[in-house]
């Protein structure tokens, strides 16, 4: 049976939706899937490899850039759009948008958006997979996602996006994307070599720093919007979680770290909701929507502006619970 497991883990490595409800297989809550996260945890270990390969500015410079429009992508679309459908867009940029949220390597779209949904069904209560309030920090931040529990796509929390057969395949493949980026990201490298030798870059160079070291860095920073947002910040808005803003986070992530501002209202598309709260998610869609490629922008509503009480918000907060 263990054999048997460790192949059906192999096979999901390709197609994530093989035997999603596998007869017989017994799922044990908050236990580690080893073989099924040696990619993620192969991740990590290769960003080790900028030792031999070096770096250059135009390496660097590009693994930047790629940080910032794939996690517009996550935020912009897998969680503004896909999760919480807070504007209109037409079929053709919602694919365009989940090919690029999926090469950062954060599964597919469905995936996504219905463990999001999940999430603010149940946040910081039972049920929750990621809660820092029940696992602590560690588990909420990165164990989460090494749960065999967690794989599935749950479909019955999405049947509005699970109607495109296009996003339907980028989710059952969510490896093909990020298999095929790395080879551009190698490819681009290489010819960057050939071609303008001077810059100093090559293949491997720009793979580890363009694929590997900008998708390591992009899995932590959306990550911490599970776990130290629901730890550290203030609050404006009373709600039955942890949720709390911060701004450090919002900058690191283009906007998320309003976290508390979202849990008391997901249906704005912003959520930095002051103009002081910089939300570069929010300024990005702004520009696409000026360019007509999306629309029927939701805002905030002035009752939600004027329901702030930070005093009443901060003491709402629940002990911290452990286990």
Same mark, same amino acid.
């Given at each position: ?20 409800? @596998? ?190 070291? @900008? ?11 599970? &776990? ?87 003491? @709402? ?5 452990? &286990?």
């Amino acid at each position: 049976m263990s054999r048997d497991r460790e192949s059906l883990a192999i096979v999901r490595w390709f197609d994530s939706w093989a035997a999603a409800e @596998s007869a017989g297989e017994v799922v044990v809550p908050r236990r580690v899937d080893w073989v099924r996260v040696i990619p993620f945890l192969f991740m990590h270990v290769a960003c080790v490899a900028v030792i031999w390969v070096g770096w250059s500015p135009v390496a660097v410079l590009t693994a930047a850039a790629l940080y910032v429009v794939r996690m517009f992508a996550i935020t912009g679309f897998y969680h503004r759009y896909f999760s919480h459908r807070t504007y209109q867009t037409s079929r053709a940029a919602q694919f365009v948008f989940a090919v690029i949220g999926a090469s950062s390597v954060q599964r597919g779209p469905l995936w996504w958006a219905a463990h999001h949904r999940v999430h603010h069904k149940t946040s910081d209560h039972e049920g929750d997979a990621h809660s820092p309030r029940l696992f602590g920090f560690v588990w909420s931040h990165v164990g989460w996602i090494t749960a065999r529990e967690n794989f599935r796509t749950k479909i019955e929390q999405v049947p509005d996006l699970a109607k495109f057969p296009e996003l339907c395949f980028l989710d059952r493949f969510d490896t093909l994307v990020p298999v095929l980026f790395a080879a551009a990201c190698l490819g681009a490298g290489s010819a960057l070599h050939a071609v303008a030798p001077d810059l100093g870059t090559d293949g491997p160079q720009m793979l580890v720093w363009a694929f590997f070291i @900008s998708t390591v860095a992009l899995f932590h920073g959306t990550f911490t919007i599970n &776990s130290l947002s629901h730890m550290f910040g203030s609050r404006a808005y009373v709600t039955d979680d942890d949720s709390r803003n911060n701004w450090a986070l919002a900058l690191l992530t283009l906007g998320e770290g309003w976290h508390n501002n979202h849990h008391y209202y997901q249906a704005a598309v912003r959520q930095g909701f002051r103009w002081w709260q910089i939300d570069v998610t929010y300024y990005g869609l702004r520009a696409l929507a000026l360019l007509g490629i999306v629309w029927d922008l939701h805002p905030v509503p002035e009752r939600v502006l004027a329901a702030a009480d930070p005093v009443a918000a901060e003491r @709402s907060l629940a002990p911290p619970t452990r &286990s």
